[in-house]
């Protein structure tokens, strides 16, 4: 049985998205502010965390952080606060998905189970590997079978943050916000010359274990394909 942690300070949602998941067959566990989430989470290490951002004690960017650097546990984010900016923060961080309020319960379990179908993957902090495509987030080396792969600092940028958000697909607005800046006035054609150096660079990277994928009229997604460990 999979267990999810529920954090969030509402004590209402919090018993009703425990009710809602545990009639899908999740064993729920729930935490009302930011320090004992921590205690929580070391206690019965959970399948997924379901992290509201607005905590006392210690907030969910501090939640977040905290278990990013010690698990790779799925983490899925609520917040009333609907701004791009803090979207792309919770990616940033490590978050798996984002869900704003008001939301229907029914909603946030079906977040949950696709969430959990998604392929596990190492998530050091320093190093991602996907197959034979290793990036280390620390010294920016990207190696493909063993071998270096040369990119500029823009389209490293792309493919680290694409890399931290397996299978999640991102509007081009979405990575010039964060990659290129608010303050960018250019074309969005950047992204997808971005993209398209991207994949002649990773040319050798066999289809069976992924790829960079166009989704059209939604975006881009880092498509990994199996398990990798």
């Not at 939640?63 to 606060?81: G, H």
């Not at 392929?119 to 987030?137: A, Q, R, T, Y």
Request: glycine share 6%; hydrophobic share 40%; proline share 4%.
């Amino acid at each position: 049985m999979k267990k999810i942690l529920i954090v969030e300070d509402e004590i209402a949602i919090a018993r009703v998205l425990k009710a809602y998941l545990e009639k899908e067959g999740f064993d729920t566990v729930i935490a009302y502010d930011g320090e004992n989430a921590i205690e929580q989470f070391q206690q019965k290490n959970p399948n997924l965390v379901i992290l509201d951002v607005m905590l006392p004690k210690k907030d969910g960017w501090e939640v977040l952080k905290y278990i990013r650097e010690k698990s790779a546990c799925p983490i899925i984010m609520l917040t009333a606060l609907s701004d791009l900016n803090y979207r792309l923060d919770g990616f940033q961080y490590g978050a798996d998905d984002y869900i704003t309020k008001p939301f229907a319960a029914q909603e946030v379990v079906a977040r949950v189970k696709a969430v959990l179908k998604r392929p596990i993957f190492i998530m050091h902090e320093d190093e991602k590997v996907f197959g034979s495509l290793k990036i280390n987030m620390k010294s920016h080396d990207v190696f493909l079978q063993g071998e270096p792969v040369k990119l500029t600092p823009r389209d490293l940028a792309v493919l680290v943050f694409l890399a931290k958000h397996p299978n999640q697909t991102f509007t081009r607005d979405q990575l010039i916000e964060y990659i290129w800046g608010i303050d960018y006035d250019g074309s969005d054609r950047a992204v997808d010359l971005a993209i398209k150096r991207l994949r002649k660079a990773l040319m050798k990277w066999p289809p069976n274990e992924g790829e960079i994928k166009t989704l059209r009229g939604l975006g881009y997604q880092f498509c990994v394909y199996g398990r990798t460990t």
